[in-house]
């Protein structure tokens, strides 16, 4: 397991939605957005979508049990990370801390590979993450703001967060999965940012309404 090191700049960690991949102009979207929210060096995170959707589907028709279901659906964000990577030239896969800290000295923006970082850091937190379908990909990125760890985290949607609702309405809305209020309480800055409408508006996401 990598350890948290100093650092000299401020880290963030931007969950980019899964749905968000069917977007040809993506790249162009999500540069704007970094460099609307400013000059800390971003973390992304790649959600599971419709690859995790399928494995949903799996796990109804064959039973897999919410263990190995997390474990496939953590494996499934692979596909999508590698998709972004290649939309995104600038870009590196990485699986640890050190890893990223070379992609960020190199100029490039690393793209962390989740199954790897959490198989390697979960055993040596106290930091929560249920092996059950109450935690997406929003709360695995939240895990990993926590431990990183990250100065703020960036949730980059599809679709817009309404005004003046707290993370837990959001949560029994659908707009998050209904762990990630616990997880977000334990890390940095919440943002959110609905790149299909407004790619360089941020709405800063509060613990009550």
Known sequence: MSQPTARAEPVSVWKVGGSLLTLPDLRQRLQRAMKAVGPARP????????????????D????????RA???????????????????????LVETRSDAERV????????????AFV?????HTSI???????VTSDSVAAWIAALWPADELVLVKST???????????ADRGLVDPWFPRIASKGPLLRWIN??????????LTASG
């Open 43 to 58: 973390l992304i995170v790649v959600g599971g979508g419709p690859t995790a959707d399928l494995v949903r589907h799996w």
């Open 60 to 67: 109804r028709i064959h039973g897999l049990g919410e263990e």
């Open 128 to 134: 929560p993450l249920p092996h059950c379908w109450d």
């Open 70 to 92: 997390h474990w496939l659906a953590l494996e499934s964000l692979g596909l999508n990370e590698h998709l972004l990577a290649e939309m995104m030239p600038e870009t590196c």
């Open 104 to 115: 960020w000295v190199a100029g490039l923006r690393p793209i962390l590979h989740a199954v």
């Open 160 to 170: 817009a967060w309404p005004d003046g609702i707290s993370v837990q309405e959001g």
């Open 119 to 123: 198989r390697a850091e979960e055993p």
């Open 195 to 204: 790149l299909r409408d407004n790619p360089t508006h941020t709405v800063a």
